[in-house]
Every structure is written in structure tokens, then in C-alpha cells.
């Protein structure tokens, strides 16, 4: 009997479970003693929690209509003969970090494992999944990102050959990167914005536009304190040191502000330093915008300006020009129904169908002769002519300049020995290659800056001449340039790039460890330096009378010892964010309180105390505005 009871316990689970894998949407988790080159997953039980959650985010934010999305790209792949079978759109529960599209994974099941090494998924956290749907960056808008990698990979060409990218900074919204790494994560990212755009729940869409307006000034206060810790001097780096906390977040707000805004068609700017990493490092956090657009190779490497054209082509109104109805046939599962395309499809999905045989039929996902908002760009108007207004003022209106169809010469230099922090939340170089790649008709002036023997008025001349006469059509070409110095010259001939030495190198972990301990420890070198200010000028003042020999090294153990836990609530009060000063101030009068409480009597310590506390708290609140 009980062998009857499960027999019968082992067909309803196993029957269960492949229900659950014919859904449009299936959610999975990894087996974590599985093995094997591809991840061995198995389905997660509609009973658990993080199903129904997930479920609930569906029916109630925007995913649902992304992942009909990515069905009508599945349809159109079907129909036109380019693959055989549809698949679920899978999401992984795993404990990676971020966001990730992915390819190629094993089933655990009752029968056997099942090899899905040609299906892709969408890998987030319980965590992303769990959090509250109207914050910018929740799972309502991450997973339409990722879901955009997604159908992008499916839909671009297959004759695409896998290539190795030439920037070695990784890629981020305000950053110049490669061309096909900028559309690929500029059309996931501006999915970010679609989501917002098109959320059809009023409460999610209000509550993500409060949280940006609530975030954004303190977002901003920290940028401007940014660039303060490399302009002013005896600053303890307190922005320097927190970016891991604050930059993500700034990253976000770029992607939703910057972007429907046209911010980030404006080049970055950088102030005049004596280091040029620390120059670089405030150009690629792109916290300072310069009145002068971006040039078109300049555009085409900006993921930013990828996810700004298609945000601001939903805007304009692209998806609301339909195509006639036979044009929409291949993205249905049945294909010979007559339909209605209005009926049919809402603006959305109208205006991403139309993407999708366009990606399909023009952009490849490594290769391009130019750029691949180029292919897209010429592409659309060759398959919809009658739309090629839209795109046309759109690109105009964005970049500052009419669309062409001629392209700059790629000319891309390698600077070797050059101590290149690689994350543009790292400004401390706790993670760093020893190589710099950029290309010269893309490059700004402190790019140019990082070759050996470049001095800066050799550098303005060369973006200047650029910038008058035209970009550059081969690197002897900028040889033979009379402003630039020798020393100038000698370093562009030795930095030609040199595929096979990248190739070689070998892959850069980007583990957080350093990005936690290396910040850390300069907080505590410049807290140091700048206690050994302090109670110098202390001593001078004050101590150098009343303090002698092990007086005065106790005095200075003691105090350095409340230096440090001063140190640290200044940076737990950044951290917690808000108005760091303010949520300074009152352990400021706490600290005094018990101060004068122990001091009262004692008139010579208490003046002492007061003294180097005042200084002390000076120097906190000099570095946290």
C-alpha cells in the first residue's frame, strides 16, 4: 500500500513539474551538487514562496508584458524557418549578484536530466525578486533588462563571429566602450526605461518616479562631493571610499534621468589633476557634463546614447504606426487568422515587433562594418521608409547633428604599462590592468593624456584638429601633425594596437574583496595623515607645555584611538546616506556632552579636549560635503 502511495506521490510531483515547464514562464534554481560544464538546475515547486512572488510580480508590473515580448521574438524565429521550438521564458534563482542573460543549462527531473544547452535564462537573486516593485532597479525593470539580452542574442544574425572586445574598461552607462558592447547593453538598458515608460500599474509607475525624486538629491550631493575629494586638498576621501555604496545607485538614477533627458549626449568632464588615472577615473564616473555634444564615434560607443535614441523613440511615438496586417503574421502562433494589428497588438508591442525584424534582418551581435546602431538605424528606414522621419529627427535631436551614413575609421591605440583601473566605481585602482585601450577618433583628451611622452598641449592639439578638420583616417596621418612634439609621436608609434598581446592577457578577476578592503585601507592611511595634522598643530598650540615624553604618547594613543571612531561614524553616517552632515551633528553633541560630563572638573583637560575635537570634527565635516 504504501509503495501504491509513492508510485502514485512520483507521477503527481513529476506531473506537476512538467506542467509548470510548458508555462510561458518557468522558474528555476541551481542543484548545488550537480555537476558538469552547463548548470544543473531543477524547476522550483509552484508551492514555495519565491514562486508565487514572482508569479505576483508577473500579473502585476510590467514582466508580463516583457516576457510576451520576448514570445512574439520566439514566434518570428519559428515562422521564418530560423528555429524549431519555442521555450519558456526561465528565470534562475541563484546567489550571483546583479543581473545576468545566460545560455545553456541541465534539468533535474523524476525521469532524468533534461539538456537545455541551446535555451537561455535570465540569472537574479531571491533578493531582486523579493524587493518591492516600485524602487528604480527593482525586478521590474531588471528583469525586462536582462529579458532584452535575451531576445537580442536570439534575434541577431547567426553569422555573427564571436569577437574579442578592444576596450578593457567595463562597460557603463556614462562610459565609451566598443560598438557592439554598447548597443547590446544599451538596447537591454533602455528596456529599463521602456518598463517605466509602459508600466500599466499606477501605483508601481508613481512609486519608482517619488523614489527617484526622493533619491536625487542626495545622488547628487554626492557626485559634486565626489569630485571635491579630488579637487580639494586634506580631503579624508570619504567619496573615494564609498563608491561601492553610492555609484550603483547614481548609476540607475543616469539610466532613467540621463537618458530620457539627453544628458548623456554631452562629453564627460574632468578637472586638471596631477594623476591622469584620477583624471580618467572622474571622466568615466561621468559626474561632470560638458556643454559640447558627443562626435558620432564618440555616440556609437556610448551605451548611454544607444538606450537615449530607443527610450526617446517610444516617446516620439514610434509605436504608433502600424504596418499592414500580413507584416504581423510571423509574430503569432497562428499565421493564417486574419487580424486586426491594433486589436492584436497594443503600441508596445508594436513598436518592439518592428525591432525585431530589424534586428533580425540588419544587426549582428559581434560584427558590423561601422556601428550596430548604424545597421539598426539604416536598417529600420530600408524595411519602413514611410518611418523614416521619426528615426531621423530623433537622432538629430539627441545628438545635435543629421544623421550620415559615412562613419570614422576605428584607430585604436593600446597603452601597455599603464596602471588602468578597469570599474568606473573604482577610484582608489583596487582593481586594475596594466593596459589601456581607446580609439583615437573616439578618444577625449585625457585618453591621450595616458600615452608616454604626451604632454597636454600636444593632446588639445590633436582633439582639436580632430574636432575642426575631421577625424582621422589612419594613425601616420596624426604623425605628421607639426603641433605635436616628438616625445608625443614616438609614444602613438609604440602604442599601435596589438590584438595578440590582449588575447594573452590573462582575465581580470572582479572580485568585491579589494573593492572593500582597499577603500578601507586609504580611509585609514588619510584619517591617519590627517590625525598626525591635527595633533601637531594641538601640540603646538596646547600640549607641547603639559605634555612631555610618555605624557605626550599616551595623550597622542588616546586620542588617535577616538580619531578612529570618529572616522568611522563619518562614514557610517555617508553610508547610511541622507545628508551625511546632519546625521553627523548629533553624534557631534553626544560626543561633547560626555566629554564636559568626564572633563567638568578638570579645567586643563577640558580645554585640551575641546580644542582637538574641534579640529577633528572640522576635517569630518570638511570631507562630507
Same mark, same amino acid.
Given at each position: 500500500?504504501?509503495?501504491?502511495?509513492?508510485?502514485?506521490?512520483?507521477?503527481?510531483?513529476?506531473?506537476?513539474?512538467?506542467?509548470?515547464?510548458?508555462?510561458?514562464?518557468?522558474?528555476?534554481?541551481?542543484?548545488?551538487?550537480?555537476?558538469?560544464?552547463?548548470?544543473?538546475?531543477?524547476?522550483?515547486?509552484?508551492?514555495?514562496?519565491?514562486?508565487?512572488?514572482?508569479?505576483?510580480?508577473?500579473?502585476?508590473?510590467?514582466?508580463?508584458?516583457?516576457?510576451?515580448?520576448?514570445?512574439?521574438?520566439?514566434?518570428?524565429?519559428?515562422?521564418?524557418?530560423?528555429?524549431?521550438?519555442?521555450?519558456?521564458?526561465?528565470?534562475?534563482?541563484?546567489?550571483?549578484?546583479?543581473?545576468?542573460?545566460? *545560455?545553456?543549462?541541465?534539468?533535474? @527531473?523524476?525521469?532524468? @536530466?533534461?539538456?537545455?544547452? &541551446?535555451?537561455?535564462?535570465?540569472?537574479?537573486?531571491?533578493?531582486?525578486?523579493?524587493?518591492?516593485?516600485?524602487?528604480?532597479?527593482?525586478?521590474?525593470?531588471?528583469?525586462?533588462?536582462?529579458?532584452?539580452?535575451?531576445?537580442?542574442?536570439?534575434?541577431?544574425?547567426?553569422?555573427?563571429?564571436?569577437?574579442?572586445? *578592444?576596450?578593457?574598461?567595463?562597460?557603463?552607462?556614462?562610459?565609451?566602450?566598443?560598438?557592439?558592447?554598447?548597443?547590446?547593453?544599451?538596447?537591454?538598458?533602455?528596456?529599463?526605461?521602456?518598463?517605466?515608460?509602459?508600466?500599466?500599474?499606477?501605483?508601481?509607475?508613481?512609486?519608482?518616479?517619488?523614489?527617484?525624486?526622493?533619491?536625487?538629491?542626495?545622488?547628487?550631493?554626492?557626485?559634486?562631493?565626489?569630485?571635491?575629494?579630488?579637487?580639494?586638498?586634506?580631503?579624508?576621501?570619504?567619496?573615494?571610499?564609498?563608491?561601492?555604496?553610492?555609484?550603483?545607485?547614481?548609476?540607475?538614477?543616469?539610466?532613467?534621468?540621463?537618458?530620457?533627458?539627453?544628458?548623456?549626449?554631452?562629453?564627460?568632464?574632468?578637472?586638471?589633476?596631477?594623476?591622469?588615472?584620477?583624471?580618467?577615473?572622474?571622466? &568615466?564616473?561621468?559626474?561632470?557634463?560638458?556643454?559640447?555634444?558627443?562626435?558620432?564615434?564618440?555616440?556609437?560607443?556610448?551605451?548611454?546614447?544607444?538606450?537615449?535614441?530607443?527610450?526617446?523613440?517610444?516617446?516620439?511615438?514610434?509605436?504608433?504606426?502600424?504596418?499592414?496586417?500580413?507584416?504581423? %503574421?510571423?509574430?503569432?502562433?497562428?499565421?493564417?487568422?486574419?487580424?486586426?494589428?491594433?486589436? *492584436?497588438?497594443?503600441?508596445?508591442?508594436?513598436?518592439?515587433?518592428?525591432?525585431?525584424?530589424?534586428?533580425?534582418?540588419?544587426?549582428?551581435?559581434?560584427?558590423?562594418?561601422?556601428?550596430?546602431?548604424?545597421?539598426?538605424?539604416?536598417?529600420?528606414?530600408?524595411?519602413?521608409?514611410?518611418? %523614416?522621419?521619426?528615426?531621423?529627427? @530623433?537622432?538629430?535631436?539627441?545628438?545635435?547633428?543629421?544623421?550620415?551614413?559615412?562613419?570614422?575609421?576605428?584607430?585604436?591605440?593600446?597603452?601597455?604599462?599603464?596602471?588602468?583601473?578597469?570599474?568606473?566605481?573604482?577610484?582608489?585602482?583596487?582593481?586594475?590592468?596594466?593596459?589601456?585601450?581607446?580609439?583615437?577618433?573616439?578618444?577625449?583628451?585625457?585618453?591621450?593624456?595616458?600615452?608616454?611622452?604626451?604632454?597636454?598641449?600636444?593632446?588639445?592639439?590633436?582633439?582639436?584638429?580632430?574636432?575642426?578638420?575631421?577625424?582621422?583616417?589612419?594613425?601616420?596621418?596624426?604623425?605628421?601633425?607639426?603641433?605635436?612634439?616628438?616625445?608625443? *609621436?614616438?609614444?602613438?608609434?609604440?602604442?599601435?594596437?596589438?590584438?595578440?598581446?590582449?588575447?594573452?592577457?590573462?582575465?581580470?578577476?572582479?572580485?568585491?574583496?579589494?573593492?572593500?578592503?582597499?577603500?578601507?585601507?586609504?580611509?585609514?592611511?588619510?584619517? @591617519?595623515?590627517?590625525?598626525?595634522?591635527?595633533?601637531?598643530?594641538?601640540?603646538?598650540?596646547?600640549?607641547?607645555?603639559?605634555?612631555?615624553?610618555?605624557?605626550?604618547?599616551?595623550?597622542?594613543?588616546?586620542?588617535?584611538?577616538?580619531?578612529?571612531?570618529?572616522?568611522?561614524?563619518?562614514?557610517?553616517?555617508?553610508?547610511?546616506?541622507?545628508?551625511?552632515?546632519?546625521?553627523?551633528?548629533?553624534?557631534?553633541?553626544?560626543?561633547?556632552?560626555?566629554?564636559?560630563?568626564?572633563?567638568?572638573?578638570?579645567?586643563?583637560?577640558?580645554?585640551?579636549?575641546?580644542?582637538?575635537?574641534?579640529?577633528?570634527?572640522?576635517?569630518?565635516?570638511?570631507?562630507?560635503?
Amino acid at each position: 500500500m504504501i509503495k501504491v502511495i509513492s508510485a502514485s506521490l512520483l507521477v503527481f510531483v513529476s506531473a506537476s513539474l512538467l506542467a509548470q515547464s510548458e508555462k510561458s514562464f518557468v522558474l528555476i534554481q541551481p542543484v548545488y551538487d550537480g555537476k558538469g560544464e552547463m548548470p544543473l538546475m531543477e524547476l522550483v515547486p509552484d508551492t514555495a514562496n519565491i514562486y508565487k512572488v514572482s508569479q505576483k510580480a508577473l500579473e502585476e508590473s510590467f514582466i508580463g508584458q516583457a516576457i510576451q515580448l520576448y514570445h512574439f521574438a520566439q514566434n518570428y524565429l519559428i515562422n521564418t524557418g530560423q528555429v524549431s521550438a519555442r521555450e519558456p521564458a526561465y528565470l534562475a534563482i541563484t546567489k550571483n549578484q546583479g543581473g545576468f542573460a545566460k *545560455k545553456g543549462f541541465q534539468i533535474k @527531473t523524476l525521469e532524468g @536530466t533534461i539538456n537545455k544547452s &541551446n535555451a537561455y535564462y535570465v540569472d537574479l537573486t531571491a533578493n531582486s525578486i523579493t524587493s518591492k516593485l516600485d524602487r528604480v532597479m527593482s525586478v521590474s525593470q531588471l528583469y525586462p533588462h536582462e529579458l532584452g539580452h535575451v531576445i537580442f542574442r536570439l534575434l541577431s544574425s547567426t553569422d555573427s563571429i564571436e569577437q574579442q572586445a *578592444k576596450s578593457v574598461t567595463v562597460h557603463y552607462f556614462s562610459l565609451m566602450t566598443d560598438n557592439s558592447v554598447a548597443f547590446n547593453e544599451g538596447f537591454a538598458e533602455h528596456m529599463e526605461n521602456i518598463s517605466r515608460i509602459y508600466e500599466r500599474n499606477e501605483t508601481i509607475r508613481k512609486g519608482i518616479e517619488n523614489d527617484v525624486a526622493v533619491r536625487e538629491p542626495n545622488l547628487l550631493r554626492a557626485s559634486e562631493s565626489f569630485v571635491r575629494d579630488f579637487n580639494w586638498p586634506l580631503r579624508l576621501d570619504y567619496y573615494k571610499c564609498t563608491m561601492l555604496v553610492w555609484y550603483q545607485q547614481y548609476e540607475d538614477f543616469k539610466r532613467y534621468k540621463h537618458s530620457l533627458e539627453g544628458t548623456v549626449t554631452f562629453q564627460n568632464g574632468y578637472p586638471a589633476l596631477s594623476s591622469v588615472q584620477d583624471m580618467m577615473s572622474v571622466r &568615466n564616473a561621468g559626474v561632470i557634463h560638458l556643454d559640447n555634444k558627443r562626435n558620432k564615434a564618440q555616440l556609437m560607443c556610448s551605451e548611454g546614447f544607444v538606450s537615449a535614441f530607443f527610450s526617446r523613440l517610444a516617446v516620439n511615438g514610434l509605436g504608433k504606426y502600424y504596418r499592414n496586417a500580413k507584416f504581423y %503574421s510571423n509574430f503569432l502562433i497562428d499565421t493564417i487568422g486574419v487580424i486586426d494589428p491594433v486589436q *492584436k497588438f497594443n503600441e508596445v508591442e508594436n513598436l518592439f515587433v518592428k525591432y525585431f525584424h530589424v534586428l533580425n534582418k540588419h544587426v549582428r551581435l559581434e560584427q558590423s562594418d561601422r556601428a550596430q546602431l548604424m545597421d539598426f538605424i539604416e536598417g529600420y528606414m530600408e524595411e519602413f521608409p514611410d518611418e %523614416s522621419e521619426i528615426i531621423l529627427s @530623433t537622432y538629430q535631436e539627441l545628438s545635435g547633428e543629421a544623421y550620415s551614413p559615412d562613419y570614422p575609421v576605428e584607430i585604436w591605440l593600446m597603452v601597455k604599462n599603464y596602471n588602468h583601473r578597469v570599474l568606473a566605481l573604482d577610484a582608489l585602482g583596487a582593481i586594475t590592468l596594466p593596459v589601456y585601450t581607446f580609439n583615437l577618433n573616439a578618444a577625449q583628451g585625457v585618453d591621450l593624456l595616458s600615452v608616454p611622452g604626451m604632454d597636454g598641449q600636444s593632446a588639445a592639439e590633436l582633439i582639436r584638429y580632430r574636432d575642426e578638420i575631421g577625424p582621422f583616417q589612419s594613425l601616420n596621418q596624426v604623425l605628421e601633425l607639426s603641433h605635436v612634439t616628438e616625445e608625443a *609621436k614616438k609614444g602613438l608609434r609604440n602604442s599601435e594596437f596589438d590584438e595578440a598581446y590582449l588575447e594573452g592577457m590573462d582575465e581580470k578577476s572582479l572580485s568585491i574583496g579589494p573593492l572593500l578592503s582597499v577603500p578601507l585601507f586609504h580611509l585609514l592611511k588619510t584619517g @591617519t595623515f590627517a590625525y598626525l595634522i591635527i595633533f601637531s598643530a594641538t601640540f603646538l598650540l596646547l600640549l607641547r607645555k603639559t605634555s612631555k615624553g610618555l605624557n605626550a604618547l599616551l595623550t597622542f594613543i588616546k586620542y588617535y584611538f577616538i580619531w578612529i571612531l570618529l572616522l568611522v561614524a563619518g562614514l557610517a553616517a555617508l553610508v547610511v546616506q541622507g545628508n551625511p552632515i546632519l546625521l553627523f551633528l548629533p553624534i557631534m553633541v553626544v560626543y561633547y556632552i560626555f566629554g564636559y560630563l568626564i572633563l567638568r572638573k578638570k579645567y586643563r583637560s577640558l580645554k585640551h579636549f575641546i580644542l582637538i575635537s574641534f579640529l577633528m570634527h572640522l576635517v569630518i565635516i570638511y570631507s562630507l560635503i
